[in-house]
Every structure is written in C-alpha cells, then in structure tokens.
C-alpha cells in the first residue's frame, strides 16, 4: 500500500531563457544554507564552464537542502533547476519525471513567453502541482496585473494569491518555499522496506569512479555493500557509495524513499546504463520497472570527424561519455570520401549541435570536424518502398524518386503588434503557412505557423529577434512531413565532387545557397599554385562559381630586354606546368574551410 513521506518535497524550477530561474536557485540555496556563505558565487549550480559563459543553462542539476517551515518542522526539499531553450525541453521532461510539482517562474516585465507556454504544458502533462511566482516585481517596467491576467488566460492557473518575489535582491523567496511544502504533495512511496526501486535520471561518467547514476527513489532504500541490478540492460554491480547532491556530491550512509541523489558501483562500461532505467536489489527485488521516458527522435543532424584520422577512437570514446550525460543526442559510425571515417550524429536543435561540439572540444580535448546539418527526409521510390535519410550522399538517383517528404513544424511565435507584418514576411520567405493568430494582451499576439524544419535550422532565430527587436519568443514542436521539391545539390572543387559540402535543399533556394557556399569557400581555401574552380551543381547543372586565385611566380623577372617572343616562351611554359599541375594536383581543404560553411548559413 503507497503512503507518503510527509517531510519530503521534489520539485523543479522551470521559466522561459532569463526570466530568472538560476538566479532563484542561488537564493534558495542561501536561504536553506545549503552552500555555506563563503563559497557561494552567482549561478551557482551551472557547472560548466560554458553555462557560465553563455548565461544560459544546458544541464539540469539536482540539489538536496534541509528547511525549517515557519510552521516549525523541518523539510527536506530536492530542488532540479531545469534549462529554458527549447533544444534542451527534454532536459526539462527528464527532471520532471523526477518531481511532484514545479516553480513556474515569469519575469513581470516580459511576461508570458513562449517557452513559459511550453514547459507549462509539460509540467501539465507530467500531473505535476505547479506554483506560478512572478520574478523581477522590483523593476520599474514591471506590470504585476498585465502579467497575471495573461497567466490566467494564456496558461489557465489561478493567481488568486500570486507569489510576488525579486530573485536578485531576495525580497519574499522564502514564500516561494513556504508554497513548496504547503501546495505541492509528498512523494507516493510503498515504505523502506519495499522492494527497491530506484528510476535513473541522469548519469555522469568519471576517469575513476566510472558510471555514476543520478536516482530519485522511489521504494525501498540503498546503502553500499548492496548488490544492485539495472532492469533495462540487466547489468550487476555493488554498491560502493551512496550520496546527495549539496550541491556538491555529499557521501551519506543510506538513501531512503523520496530521496533524490547518486550511486556508485564498478560500472565502467557507458552502455550498461540508459536514463529512464530501474535499479533494484539482486536478492529480494523488484521486477516491475518505473515509468520511464519516451524515446526522443532527434531532429537535427550533423557529421562529426576528427581532424587527425589516428584520433578516431578517441572521438569515438567522447561521444560514449557524453551520450551518458546528455542521451537527447545521437551517433553512429559514417564515412566521407573527403573526411575519412567519422560519425553520423542527431540533435534536438542548432544550440544543441554547437553545445555538444563544444563539450567534446573542452571536455575532451576532441580536435573535430562538423559537417553542414541536415534534417531526416523520406524518399518515397517509384516501387513503392520508403527510405529515410538524413545524409546528402544517401539520396538514390532522381529517376527511382516518385517524390521526397521534409519534416515540418508547428511554431508558437509571440511577438510585439508593430513586429507582425516583418514577421509574417518572414515566416513567408522560409516557405511557412500561417495557422491563427490570438491576442495576448493589449502590446502582444501569439501566432501559430507551420514550417519546413529545415529552415529554421540557422539563422531563423537569430532574424526573428533582429526584426522583432528581441522581443519576439519562438517555440516548437514536429508536426509530421509534407511533400516538398528537394533536391541535392553538390559542391565541386577543382571539378571533384567534395561530399562534405553536398546538402538537400529546396530547389527555390538552391542558387541562394549555392551562391553562399562557393563564397565562403572561396574566401577560406587558401590559393595553390593553379587557380582552382569552386562551383555548385544541381545534377550536371552549374548553378554557381567563385575561383580560387593562382599564386604567380614572376618567371619573366631574370629577361631583360632583347625580343618579346623570349618572354612570350617562358610565360607559355609556366602556363603549361600549371595545366599539367591542376590536372594531378590535390586540394587542401583546411577546417576553418567547413567551419564558414556551418556559419555562412547564419549570415
């Protein structure tokens, strides 16, 4: 029979980007005295240094604290500060699954936005108690009751009593705790001595401890010495320690029911565990599996390749370790004929694709090679069969091809009134429809599009906020496919077919794109010493040109005076040397070659 655990609270903190979530964490944190005062710093539980760096949070990160209530008892609270992009919404369904209710936090100056929309229909779906607190009510252009009506209207949580707090100054944080324990239910538990279950929501990797799972329990308790069995992969270990994060990890001698922390055994291989996963004890355990996560598909996708071909295997290795901590993104072994051999990697989005590069530059030391990103397609063929493809070099010849299907999406825009005529030009010149518009309040509309994903994968983002004035917010979801005129479009140095380059694109943007790639092309390969053609091919159609410039030795410089048929001879020779040169000579293609290509689709 489940009962709960009247002293214990899961709970995570979830906002649209800056609306002050991490800002909030830190003053919970000094309030609870989790962090001693001395050692506490801003963004105290973004890790990374690329967190730091950025302002935005890419990890989500549990912490335990202990709270006396103002009705005497003492609490014991776990707190998982979630991100707020929309390429890391399955970071925050992870966390979720870990809680019972969540800090909906909304900056009093901006509102709600279109993240805020998102993460509140999550929480709404994961049956978890939410608690909206308006942030930043100490800021001049703060409009409390604006901002409460469109909680009510928009998301449709009562704001009878609304938490008004100022995350940086620390005016009324400790309401936001009081509410934690009144509104949100302990945790369901079938008691300590039940069977051990334990659902793994996260995981780390470590040079010496090995795999590390981060578990909230759910039944029953652990304690090292325990032998334990992950349901999922059917793995064994022993339990070498337990602990609970404060923030830092904290060794303690058990973790009991409703508890939210790690454990350490001798695991070493990253395979053995999977987020979402059920550890119970070998003797006398459970053989029902926690609800876990649904499978995420990812969306973007990218060739990833060493630079140095001996570094495969170490590429390979990152990619295990961090897949272990981040399993929103995928990998699996490909080869270029221009690249040698790499991997074939998926994301939830284009921030996503840069952060995890980044995390194998910094973390390990990875010296890599992106390719441009691509979406997945489905390629109907005049026998009837599908295929499905996400690399250029994959597509079949065009005269087996009935028709092609790219993947769309349903965006959720809300925008300034005066931005909604350069939005919706917009949203129109990356091939989108226009679904409804809704008002949200007397400045602001919320629209609703449809677009092909493959649009909005560089610099549609980055066009939104510059025609909006960074007020506008975007979020979305997959929306199945539609048929579309896609074709591939190559890139030929030196008239060999570079496959690096090769990309689907739509055959009404071909040229602009086209025009984009031999441009930057032409701008970072070096010169040689013939003059080399960059050009992009629709089939055997040239749609665009640069060239590469020649070096040119002054071979004239030694002839003085005398006939000018002496200098016509040597110039005809040098001129032969070069021909014979561009028909038997290679192209070096550095990396920051591939690294203007990535970027030239954002400018």
Not at 53 to 60: A, L, P, V
Not at 461 to 469: A, G
Not at 514 to 525: N, P, T
Not at 556 to 577: P, S, W
């Amino acid at each position: 029979m489940e009962q709960r655990i009247e002293n214990t609270r899961n709970f995570c903190i979830i906002a649209h980007i800056d609306h002050g979530k991490t800002t909030l964490s830190d003053r919970i944190l000094e309030v609870t005295q989790a962090i001693e005062s001395r050692l506490m710093r801003d963004q105290a539980l973004d890790t990374m240094d690329l967190e730091r760096e950025r302002g935005i949070t890419i990890k989500s990160h549990p912490v335990s604290m202990t709270y006396v209530a103002r009705n005497g008892k003492e609490y014991r609270l776990n707190l998982i500060d979630t991100p707020g992009h929309v390429d890391f919404a399955y970071e925050v369904s992870r966390s979720m699954g870990a809680c019972e209710g969540a800090v909906l936090v909304v900056d009093a100056c901006q509102g709600v936005e279109a993240q805020t929309v998102a993460n509140a229909y999550l929480a709404v779906d994961a049956g978890l108690e939410i608690i909206p607190v308006l942030n930043k009510v100490d800021l001049p252009g703060a409009d409390i009751p604006e901002v409460t009506k469109q909680i009510e209207d928009v998301l449709g949580i009562s704001m009878e009593h609304p938490i008004l707090i100022s995350a940086k100054t620390g005016e009324n944080v400790p309401e936001v705790l009081e509410a934690v324990i009144e509104r949100i239910p302990p945790p369901l538990t079938r008691g300590r001595q039940a069977p051990l279950r334990a659902l793994v929501f996260d995981s780390v990797f470590d040079a010496f401890r090995g795999v590390i799972p981060y578990v909230r329990i759910v039944d029953g308790s652990i304690k090292p010495g325990d032998s334990i069995r992950l349901l999922g992969s059917g793995v064994q270990t022993q339990v070498r320690e337990v602990g609970v994060f404060s923030p830092t990890q904290r060794p303690i001698s058990v973790l009991e029911e409703g508890q939210v922390g790690y454990v350490i055994g001798t695991l070493r291989d990253t395979q053995d565990v999977k987020s979402g996963d059920t550890i119970t004890t070998v003797t006398a355990g459970s053989d029902e599996a926690l609800p876990g996560y649904k499978e995420v598909r990812p969306m973007v996708f990218s060739g990833i390749y060493p630079v140095s071909t001996d570094e495969y295997e170490k590429v390979r290795n990152g990619l295990e370790k961090l897949h272990l901590n981040d399993s929103a993104f995928t990998f699996h072994p490909e080869s270029s004929v221009a690249l040698g051999f790499g991997f074939r990697c998926g994301f939830l989005g284009l921030l996503h694709m840069e952060v995890v590069q980044e995390r194998l530059r910094r973390e390990f030391d990875l010296d890599i090679i992106s390719t441009h990103p691509a979406v997945v397609y489905k390629i109907f063929m005049n026998d009837g069969s599908i295929m499905e493809i996400d690399n250029p070099t994959l597509l079949p010849d065009v005269t087996r091809i009935d028709h092609i299907e790219e993947p769309v999406i349903k965006a959720t825009l809300i925008t300034p009134n005066v931005s909604i005529g350069e939005i919706m030009r917009l949203i129109m010149e990356r091939r989108g429809t226009m679904e409804g518009t809704e008002t949200l309040d007397s400045k602001r509309v919320i629209l609703t599009c449809i677009l092909p994903l493959n649009e909005i994968l560089t610099d549609f983002h980055d066009t939104l906020k510059s025609v909006s004035r960074g007020y506008a917010s975007m979020d979305y979801e997959p929306y199945g496919y539609q048929e579309s005129n896609i074709v591939r479009m190559d890139i030929l140095l030196n008239s060999e077919v570079v496959d690096a380059f090769s990309c689907l694109v739509h055959k009404d943007r071909a040229v602009y794109r086209g025009r984009q790639i031999v441009k930057a092309l032409s701008e970072e390969i070096p010169p040689h010493m013939f003059k080399i053609p960059v050009q992009a091919a629709l089939g055997r159609t040239i749609i665009a040109r640069e060239d590469i410039r020649a070096f040119r030795k002054d071979v004239t410089a030694k002839l003085y005076g005398g006939d000018v048929t002496r200098k016509q001879k040597v110039l005809k020779k040098q001129a032969e040397g070069k021909k014979r040169m561009k028909e038997f000579g290679t192209v070096n293609v550095p990396q920051s070659a591939f690294i203007a290509v990535l970027k030239g689709s954002a400018e």
